[in-house]
């Protein structure tokens, strides 16, 4: 046989076991990609998806406001509340208020996560079931009267703009001025709050960080910054805006957008509380 054919031959059998070779590793990268294209894929839905049925839950437990029966009774000059949270304790005895928040997605019941696991509603719904983008929830460090000197309200930064994204409209100069009150609903009183600062904070758990609060000095110092965040990278403060340690404060707490291992913090202070029937 012709030497050049046999080295020919020799050349196209070592060939073939390299071709095989290739051919699994080809089929594991196309099978890795399909992988990372369904993750994110499943990621984008959960994040961009719509929230849950909280607006059909707005719609059942919302009370007309402009009606004659909606007036402040006659005998107690209490208003009526607008929230049916007789309704609300059905679905769920966590719920313990209601936040709204005027030209914002912000229209939320607030859930008590109970004492064993703080960050219960964190990804769960008002009814408990898992929902990445969870609820507005306090933890059971603060009262669910809002009687404490700070109750923090958390909400995910949701990039459909759902839970507490619109926080960050307080970015704005604009927006910050011209928005200086929401309101928070709870079974016995309508209460607003005036914001008086919004800024990027750092990660810590204020309520373990500041011991909840008790020492007068620790609130002074917590108050003082937040009339003054100075070293904060965004912050928008109401002039004139004076908050002692005799008032009571709602703390709002997301995610940034660009850094997140930080906070934004949205801070109001009581100005006027109702009762209501």
Not at 66 to 84: G, Q, S
Not at 256 to 268: A, E, F, H, I, M
């Amino acid at each position: 046989m012709d030497k050049d054919v046999i080295e020919k031959e020799q050349e196209v059998s070592a060939s073939k076991p390299e071709k095989k070779k290739k051919k699994p590793l080809w089929i594991a990268i196309f099978t890795i990609s399909i992988l990372l294209c369904i993750g994110c894929i499943i990621y984008i839905i959960m994040v961009l998806w719509p929230s849950d049925d909280v607006d059909d839950l707005a719609s059942k437990v919302k009370k007309p406001i402009l009606t004659e029966d909606n007036k402040p009774d006659a005998d107690t000059k209490n208003v009526k509340n607008p929230i049916d949270f007789d309704k609300l304790r059905k679905i769920n005895k966590d719920i313990v208020a209601w936040i709204k928040i005027d030209d914002t997605n912000i229209d939320y019941p607030v859930l008590r996560a109970p004492s064993n696991d703080q960050e219960y509603y964190l990804h769960r719904d008002y009814k408990k079931n898992y929902l990445f983008a969870g609820s507005i929830y306090m933890e059971s460090y603060n009262k669910a009267d809002f009687s404490d000197r700070d109750t923090i309200l958390y909400g995910h930064n949701m990039a459909n703009g759902s839970m507490f994204a619109h926080l960050h409209k307080f970015e704005d100069t604009d927006f910050f001025s011209k928005h200086s009150t929401y309101h928070i609903y709870t079974p016995d009183s309508i209460k607003t709050y005036k914001v008086y600062s919004a800024y990027e904070y750092d990660n810590r758990h204020i309520n373990n960080s500041f011991k909840h609060f008790v020492d007068d000095d620790v609130f002074q110092e917590y108050i003082d910054y937040s009339l003054k965040p100075t070293s904060a990278i965004l912050s928008n403060v109401r002039k004139g805006s004076k908050v002692t340690i005799d008032d009571k404060l709602v703390t709002l707490s997301t995610c940034t957008n660009n850094r997140p291992q930080n906070r934004y913090l949205v801070q109001g202070v009581l100005i006027k509380d109702e009762p209501t029937d």
